[in-house]
């Protein structure tokens, strides 16, 4: 057995460096200039929007094919070129494509599916705002996301012109908020938040930063993940002057774990945000615990925490990505204890209706003998400690 080395080696030999060394796939776009390819305006321009796009990236399935113009007036398809260079051409199951193009199951409502699954429309104060648990709200500044996701619970509202966040509705949110000193936290949501100018940004988050009784401010966004170089160090570095802020993003599977995305995420964490990850559990794309651990493990090399394991909601369209509860719970079981704690995110199903989100735990045998407590460990051995 040779000896340990004694020195450490190159830098880029350290923890997770790898991560961030070199370029994810371009597929056709192989020949884009490098200013163009990583420039968030040109590849905003450049989304997939139609059949005969996708098909200079994908051989679509006869099923996509109808899919696209079937969901065309309902939920409009749209991809970033660098999302849609990260699908499998030839794999309609690739768990980028099934997140990114229309499928035919979406047009199969279930009994029991909801318009508004999480009820946000009955807690709406005003346009914009859903103002559920005491203490923080969610406040909607635009339907407009780069990526489109098939699985999108506010599939009702995104992508669609005719709702589009107005000024005015803008401004009735922020007007709630410095009404309402009970609000500590925001949560800045839509449609994808980074959709806005990086004036209107700086401008809203400046609004809230002003306003005495908002301690945090959380911007929800995925661009992490569907177009990376909407992070400019512009941009990160005038956001980071509203300080605390949040970024929760939403990614799901290893695939989009690629060095771009790492090298936003690290850029973020540099500049004093905290960042977490809201994964959905989705069937066929990341329900399997092998999956979702290789995420979070390579979640927090790049310093970005798992918060929340999603159980899928009962949007209309989205049917055919839930899995069972028992699905989750198997998942959770096989992280805890068996990996960092900080891998093993909240399982939580949003309730329908509006209930707020309920944690899911996995059962560890927990019961009473007399005056003890009876429970599991995570290998299933069996332990007592004093009830009262
Ligand atoms: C998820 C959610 C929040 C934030 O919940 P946390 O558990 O604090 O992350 C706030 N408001 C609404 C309406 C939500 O759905
Ligand atoms: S980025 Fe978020 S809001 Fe936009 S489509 Fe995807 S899940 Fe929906």
């Given at each position: 057995?040779?000896?340990?080395?004694?020195t450490?080696?190159?830098?880029?030999?350290?923890?997770?460096?790898?991560?961030?060394?070199?370029?994810?796939?371009?597929?056709?776009?192989?020949d884009?200039?490098?200013?163009d390819w990583?420039?968030?305006?040109?590849?905003?321009?450049?989304?997939?929007?139609?059949?005969?796009?996708?098909?200079?990236?994908?051989?679509?399935?006869?099923g996509?094919?109808?899919?696209?113009?079937a969901?065309?007036?309902?939920?409009?398809?749209?991809?970033?070129?660098?999302y849609?260079?990260?699908?499998?051409?030839?794999d309609p199951?690739?768990?980028?494509?099934?997140?990114?193009?229309?499928?035919?199951?979406?047009?199969?409502?279930?009994?029991?599916?909801?318009?508004?699954?999480?009820?946000?429309?009955g807690?709406?104060?005003?346009?914009g705002?859903?103002?559920?648990?005491?203490?923080?709200?969610?406040?909607?500044?635009?339907?407009?996301?780069?990526?489109?996701?098939?699985?999108?619970?506010?599939?009702?509202?995104?992508?669609?012109?005719?709702?589009?966040?107005?000024?005015d509705?803008?401004?009735?949110?922020?007007?709630?908020?410095q009404?309402?000193?009970?609000?500590?936290?925001?949560?800045?949501s839509?449609g994808?938040?980074?959709?806005?100018?990086d004036?209107?940004l700086?401008?809203?988050?400046?609004?809230?930063?002003?306003?005495?009784?908002?301690?945090?401010?959380?911007?929800?966004?995925r661009?992490?993940?569907?177009?990376p170089?909407?992070?400019?160090?512009?941009?990160v570095?005038?956001?980071?002057a509203?300080?605390?802020?949040?970024?929760?993003?939403h990614?799901?599977?290893?695939?989009?774990?690629?060095?771009?995305?790492?090298?936003?995420l690290?850029?973020?964490a540099?500049?004093?945000f905290?960042?977490a990850?809201?994964?959905?559990?989705?069937?066929?794309?990341?329900?399997?615990?092998?999956?979702?651990?290789?995420?979070?493990h390579?979640?927090?090399r790049q310093?970005?925490?798992?918060y929340?394991?999603?159980?899928?909601?009962?949007?209309?369209?989205?049917?055919?990505?839930?899995?069972?509860v028992?699905?989750?719970?198997?998942?959770?079981?096989?992280?805890?204890?068996?990996?960092?704690?900080?891998?093993?995110?909240?399982?939580?199903?949003?309730?329908p209706?509006?209930?707020?989100k309920?944690?899911?735990?996995?059962?560890?045998g927990?019961r009473?003998?007399q005056?003890?407590?009876?429970?599991?460990?995570?290998?299933?051995?069996?332990?007592?400690?004093?009830?009262?």
């Open positions: 057995m040779s000896a340990p080395p004694t450490p080696g190159p830098p880029a030999q350290r923890r997770g460096d790898l991560d961030v060394q070199g370029c994810s796939p371009r597929g056709p776009w192989a884009v200039d490098e200013r990583t420039d968030w305006r040109w590849q905003q321009q450049h989304r997939i929007r139609t059949l005969r796009q996708l098909e200079r990236v994908v051989d679509p399935s006869p996509e094919v109808r899919a696209i113009e969901t065309a007036d309902r939920f409009r398809m749209a991809i970033t070129p660098y849609a260079a990260l699908m499998d051409p030839d199951e690739c768990p980028v494509r099934r997140q990114a193009v229309p499928h035919l199951d979406e047009l199969t409502v279930r009994e029991g599916d909801l318009a508004d699954p999480l009820g946000e429309e807690y709406m104060p005003v346009p705002i859903t103002h559920r648990y005491p203490d923080r709200v969610l406040y909607y500044v635009t339907h407009n996301c780069p990526v489109y996701c098939r699985h999108c619970t506010r599939k009702r509202k995104v992508a669609d012109p005719r709702s589009a966040a107005s000024h509705q803008l401004d009735l949110g922020m007007a709630y908020i009404d309402h000193p009970e609000v500590r936290d925001v949560l800045v839509g994808d938040p980074l959709s806005l100018s004036d209107r700086d401008a809203l988050l400046g609004a809230l930063a002003q306003v005495p009784h908002v301690e945090m401010v959380r911007l929800c966004t661009n992490p993940v569907t177009l170089f909407r992070l400019t160090e512009a941009l570095s005038r956001l980071r509203h300080q605390p802020v949040f970024v929760h993003t990614f799901n599977h290893p695939r989009e774990c690629t060095p771009e995305a790492a090298r936003c690290r850029m973020l540099d500049a004093g905290s960042v990850n809201q994964m959905v559990l989705l069937r066929g794309v990341n329900d399997d615990a092998d999956v979702v651990r290789e995420v979070n390579w979640l927090l310093r970005c925490r798992p929340y394991l999603f159980q899928a909601d009962l949007a209309e369209g989205i049917s055919h990505f839930r899995t069972p028992a699905v989750g719970l198997e998942i959770l079981r096989a992280l805890r204890g068996h990996t960092s704690g900080m891998a093993s995110p909240h399982y939580v199903i949003d309730a209706g509006g209930g707020g309920i944690p899911l735990v996995p059962d560890y927990l009473r003998e005056d003890t407590l009876v429970f599991e460990n995570y290998l299933g051995q069996t332990y007592r400690y004093p009830a009262d």
